[in-house]
């Protein structure tokens, strides 16, 4: 018999008859389950039913009722499975929250510098980088304490192989069951890894921002609460986040949405391959310091966000880390200087100002250019391509077709003016 049910009372009683079971339900179960010599809480990390540190499975919750009639109680099913939930949730607790009030309270613990967290545990120098790991280990800080609040951000360890970039990233929490690591064939089962663990790392970002999978991406980075059927549950739930990402990758290329790319924190590491690595233990051994520091911060009121300065610092450099839009130098080569000068355009006539969709035919009379109708990806790609030049969409429909038009919504200072007008 479980030991969640022989610690409670028999049920069982006698008469000249015989023996008899005691009728109850789920409230009388509840009771007599308070009332007995173990403790049963609600792991809200996990999501599990625990009985003295030991996890209580569903399966077995789905058939208690059958040990509590055996125990002398008649018990139904559902009483039985909700009593159990119901005791077990008046006891919630978070391991995380509570690892992060242990070291706040604990006087023993002292905090380090943030100011140069950077430097000292990632070898990385530069005020940057600095404050873009402060504010992803508020971020961390922010989720637990507060969840399901916005943190829109991933910090992005950018280094060779081999240089324990996924290594440092675990060396930030003491129970490996709070880091987690993804493939971008995992990404649409990410969600569910994101309630389990404190910091979940998308390995080799330049996989998961394929074309395929960026808006898959974006929306696991925006998204501060996510519907999921929890264990024990009979219903979808929203449940909001009390973790953070992070990613690594090896190359420069590796940002290819345009508007989306400010979300990456990226921290370009000094690392050399099979020449040095980060000192992961230097990490893991100041690891309650670091997060007591990031703790502080966060009892201070700072926000788990770059100032606008350091922002702006971020975006110019990921400018760098991007892929280039296929459309650009067509654009930049055969029409930008007509579009600027444009009151209005379509996406489909800077398509075919820009030849993009052109190829050349033979005749018997000659070479000819062939415009191919453009597909939807071409269309994406040079709405991505004009706002990478400075172009904006009107946020009405204008003229006779009633659509939102495109013009640029900066000053050209070539001094050249267009040849071709597209009003």
Known sequence: MHKLVEKTPSGWWVDDSGWHRTPCNAGDLAAMIRGAAYKLRFNELSMEVQLDGVHVT?????????????????????????????????????????????????????????STCAQDYFGVSGELANEMFCAFLRGAVWRVLNPGCQFDAVLTLKGPQGIRKTSALRALVPDPEWFSSSSHDQLKDQTIALHRVLITELGELEHHTGKRSAGALKNLITNPRDLQRVPYGRAYEFMPRRSVLAASVNGDDF????????????????????????????????????????????????????????????????????????????????????????????????????????????????????????????????????????????????????TRKWRFNGTDNTGVKSRVCVN
């Open 58 to 114: 569903s399966e077995w919750m789905e058939t208690a009722y059958v040990e509590f009639q055996e125990h002398g109680w008649k018990a139904k099913k559902n009483d039985a499975y909700d009593a159990i939930l119901q005791v077990a949730k008046k006891s919630r607790f978070h391991p995380i929250e509570q690892y992060f009030r242990r070291i706040e309270q604990d006087k023993s613990i002292k905090p380090v510098d943030l």
């Open 255 to 402: 940002l290819r949405d345009t508007t989306g790319n400010r979300r990456f924190w990226v921290v370009d590491l000094p690392q050399q391959q099979h020449v040095d690595v980060i000192d992961t233990d230097h990490i893991a051994r100041n690891r309650d310091r670091i997060w007591k520091a990031a703790i502080a911060q966060y009892r201070d009121g700072l926000k788990p966000m770059l100032g606008e300065a350091h922002q702006g610092l971020s975006d110019k450099r990921n400018e760098g880390y991007s892929v280039e839009n296929p459309f650009t130098t067509a654009v930049e080569l055969r029409c930008l200087h007509a579009l600027k000068a444009s009151k209005g355009f379509s996406l489909l006539l800077a398509i075919e100002l820009s030849l993009v969709c052109a190829s050349i035919e033979k005749t018997d009379d000659g070479d000819r250019v062939v415009q191919r109708p453009p597909t939807t990806r071409d269309f994406q790609l040079m709405a991505e391509c004009l706002k990478g030049l400075g172009f904006e969409r009107e946020p009405n429909p204008t003229g006779k077709e009633r």
